[in-house]
């Protein structure tokens, strides 16, 4: 199945309150895969999730898909509240993204109202099985389907990583009516071993959860099961079965590659944290996102984070996912993870951005280019700009990034991490960092800038990370000075923090050596304002040379020149670069909040994200 639309649609029930569980990280479960999440697919999948298995349930109607996200199942036998026990514990996706199959070991193919499509649905997911995976096609009674037919199908479309001669199992079930509601189900197939395997999925099932009498004997002459309702009552979990070893088989097959899909996949990721006031303005930017043909954004996550106002029933409003956390200790790490656990880990890239963050309409093109022509980068970021506005804060703040932007372009659009307002990683970067650090989760939930964080992570690994020099966006900076300590205090606390706990390697160097660069100059502005000091004090006379006049004449045109490239720049802007003084207090401003940070620092006292 393919999923052509960013995600869940608007609705108005949300899922019911109480503590939203993160994805528990334990032993892989068996991952089963139901195609169809119409009235026969949801009940087949909540018995398998009561079961004990990973649950993915693919279907290509978005707005299904966005009702059950929010816990809607629409279905009188699969009750909501068993619905969203399994969304909260993790065990079930409903999803159009087909990659999310990836690996799976069995896949239910749910086509009772419609056989004919059958031969469609056991190719969209072929090409995701695991070695010995088992796919199941349920029809009406009667010779609907072909199984050798569905055999020759599963062979073409088979991926070259489920082993080349590795029969995937094909069984046919037929029920005796429409749905789910106790139908009996017999089991027809090639072979012993699919017969044996269906047998063994449709068992666990029907098995009642303990201190019920034991699971149902099966009638040897009909081979009849009958599955009970489902319950919010779990099995314990079923354990993939090891991969068969097959012996290498060479073919005209072997040397022709496999076909794979040409379209990049992207999932966006919106950690949002009481965002009323611009969560809607962030979304509109996505929803309005300029796709070319090689390019489908798969899902918009808004994962809305511990939040006390109106943040989640605004996002609803749009056809977006939303997963409400609301007691999650790890902040926007832990946002960014859940979100990334649930539906970002089988796309080609996922980008994350804050909540008070618009995208211009080409920025996730543009950012997914560079990814795909240079394959060394592992994660590029946008060039952000301060949204206009009125007050010396956000004035200062656009001057600050515009200039910083002038910085990345003299680098050749390296960065020294890839900032959270927008970032795209590619995938297997993600992985190779989970890989790294020995954690179930990319980004680093004990740091306090989760993004540097995962930079030095993405480096030490040996990947890149650049800025997409045509990507742009606009995000909104603090509006008092206030608000501007605290998140300059994070950022300085949470790098100086990030260095020492890593040390002198590769990764750090340069901003180790920046750091020492920025105490130099703070000790020499500390020692010009003691010396002028002292001169006044013993009023030494003050005289000034024309040569000494040069570097601030300098000063002054790099400042004018570089404000005269801010996108909207007004008669205010260009004022207040041409004073320089109010530059100079504000640079001594930021000055104050790194010497707090590092003291901070080095007391090692904690700081609240």
Not at 73 to 87: E, F, I, P, Q
Not at 158 to 164: E, F, I, L, N
Not at 425 to 431: D, E, T
């Amino acid at each position: 199945m393919t999923g052509t639309a960013l995600g869940a649609p608007r609705t108005d029930r949300a899922l019911p309150r109480g503590r939203h569980a993160r994805v528990e990280h334990r032993p892989r479960a068996a991952k089963v895969v139901v195609v169809g999440q119409g009235r026969a697919g949801v009940q087949v999948a909540l018995r398998a999730v009561r079961a004990g298995y990973l649950v993915i349930g693919l279907d290509r109607d978005v707005r299904r898909i966005g009702r059950l996200a929010h816990g809607r199942s629409g279905v009188d036998a699969a009750t909501d509240t068993a619905l969203v026990a399994a969304l909260r514990g993790g065990d079930y996706v409903p999803t159009g993204d087909r990659r999310l199959a990836e690996g799976f070991d069995t896949a239910l193919i749910a086509a009772t109202d419609e056989p004919a499509a059958a031969p469609q649905m056991v190719a969209a997911v072929a090409a995701y099985a695991r070695p010995g995976a088992t796919v199941i096609v349920e029809t009406p009674p009667g010779p609907h389907v072909d199984l050798r037919a569905l055999a020759t199908v599963l062979q073409t479309a088979q991926s070259p990583s489920a082993g080349r001669g590795v029969a995937l199992a094909i069984a046919s079930v037929l029920a005796p009516r429409p749905g789910y509601g106790g139908a009996d189900r017999s089991v027809r197939a090639l072979d012993p071993q699919s017969t044996a395997a269906t047998t063994a999925f449709y068992r666990r099932l029907a098995a009642p959860l303990p201190p019920a009498a034991a699971p149902p004997v099966m009638d040897p002459a009909t081979e009849a099961l009958r599955i009970p309702e489902p319950s919010t009552q779990r099995l314990p979990r079923v354990a993939p079965a090891p991969a068969p070893v097959v012996p290498a088989q060479r073919g005209p097959r072997d040397a022709e590659p496999e076909a794979r899909p040409t379209v990049s996949t992207v999932t966006v990721i919106v950690p949002a944290y009481n965002e009323e006031e611009g969560i809607a303005s962030t979304i509109e930017g996505l929803l309005g996102q300029e796709s070319p043909d090689w390019l489908q954004i798969t899902a918009v996550v808004v994962v809305v984070n511990n939040s006390t106002d109106r943040t989640a029933e605004i996002a609803r409003r749009y056809p977006v996912t939303v997963l409400e956390m609301l007691y999650n200790k790890h902040k926007k790490s832990g946002a960014m993870n859940h979100g990334w656990q649930t539906h970002g880990r089988a796309s080609d890239f996922v980008l994350t951005m804050d909540a008070d963050t618009v995208l211009l309409p080409d920025t996730v093109e543009k950012m997914a280019k560079e990814l795909i022509d240079n394959p060394k980068l592992g994660a590029v970021c946008a060039r952000y700009w301060a949204k206009e506005g009125r007050g010396l804060v956000r004035r200062l703040q656009r001057l600050e990034y515009a200039r910083y932007d002038d910085l990345r372009e003299l680098r050749g659009w390296k960065v020294n991490v890839a900032s959270g307002a927008a970032a795209m990683y590619r995938r297997v970067a993600l992985q190779d960092v989970v890989e790294l650090r020995g954690r179930p989760e990319p980004w680093d939930n004990e740091s306090l800038i989760e993004d540097y964080a995962l930079t030095l992570d993405l480096k030490s690994r040996g990947w890149r990370v650049g800025a997409a020099r045509e990507a742009h966006v606009y995000t909104e900076p603090p509006t008092r000075f206030r608000d501007l300590w605290t998140q300059r205090l994070r950022w300085g606390r949470g790098g100086m923090d990030e260095c020492l706990k890593r040390g002198w390697i590769p990764s750090t160097r340069r901003d180790i050596f920046a750091y020492f660069l920025f105490s130099l100059s703070v000790l020499c502005r500390l020692l010009w304002i003691f010396m002028l000091a002292l001169m006044l004090i013993y009023a030494v006379p003050m005289r000034y040379a024309l040569i000494g006049l040069i570097p601030v004449a300098v000063m002054w045109a790099e400042r004018v020149t570089s404000a005269w490239r801010v996108r909207g720049r007004t008669a205010g802007d260009m004022a207040l670069v041409a004073v320089l003084v109010v530059e100079d207090l504000y640079g001594f401003f930021l000055e104050l909040c790194a010497v707090a940070a590092a003291a901070k620092c080095l007391r090692n006292k904690r700081q609240a994200w």
